[in-house]
């Protein structure tokens, strides 16, 4: 069993989230017409507050909130129609939920607003790349920050994708990010990292990360994934988006016992009782989430 680093806890302003005793759960919220799993359940405000406060309640310890689909094939929306999508829910949801809510967002001035507004995390699918004033205003604010890899663009990025050593490489890339992160003011122990699972990968992309995770702590900060429900477990099983729970539990079991400290997820309730076994095996001892007295 690969040896994880033991990180106390992910610091931003705003929050503190405990990283040493259990894994973290992050909760999707897409507000998009278009989202390859969930687009166009929550674009209507009430409908995207209740689930919010619903996500909170089946025990995600994050939120992560997003106006602009980043699907294979899908194509950039402005900036105006991503702020008329998410702000008037993160108004809302700010006084409804009490986790940390992440804003998924490539744009600087969206970031700006939904911080100013309460949210604390920023995770940028671009690892700082597509606006380059986003690493100012993550390192003004003191938020939190996720930086992913992904190969390309999303309306291209599944076209051919290509490596020569997919882990090597990724490895590469996010120590680059990191370090730019770092220099642009962004303090280390708010960043953590992302190796993007189906962004720009093909399906033995995709297996290589999950069975080699652990070779990213080397970059010395957390790890997060992103498996659920994505493309490649469609391929694998023959099963459509809304049938491929199953196999996103194998891909955060697989990733916890690599060694993730963070997993975003669809099905919060279901992947975080997965995550929680996970982890009890990869410590073998009594996971933090198991109610007390239980055997």
Known sequence: MPVT?????WKGNGFSLPLQDRVLIMGVLNVTPDSFSDGGRFVKR??????????????ADILDLGGESSRPGSTPVSEEEELSRILPVLRAVVKRVTIPISMDTTKAAIARQCLELGACIINDISALRDDPCMASVVADAGAGMILMHRQGEPLTMQNDPCYTDVVREIGDFLQTRLQFAVAAGIAAERIVLDPGIGFGKRIEHNLEI?????????????IAVGPSRKG?????LGRDVAEREWGTAATVAAAVLQGAHIVRVHAVAQMKEVACVSWAIRQATVSACVPKGGT
């Open 46 to 59: 009430e409908t995207a507050i209740a689930r919010a406060e619903e996500i909170q309640s089946e025990g």
């Open 210 to 222: 999950l069975k080699k995770l652990s070779v990213f702590h080397e970059l010395g900060r957390p």
């Open 5 to 9: 680093p033991q990180y106390l806890s």
């Open 232 to 236: 490649f477990l469609g391929s694998l």
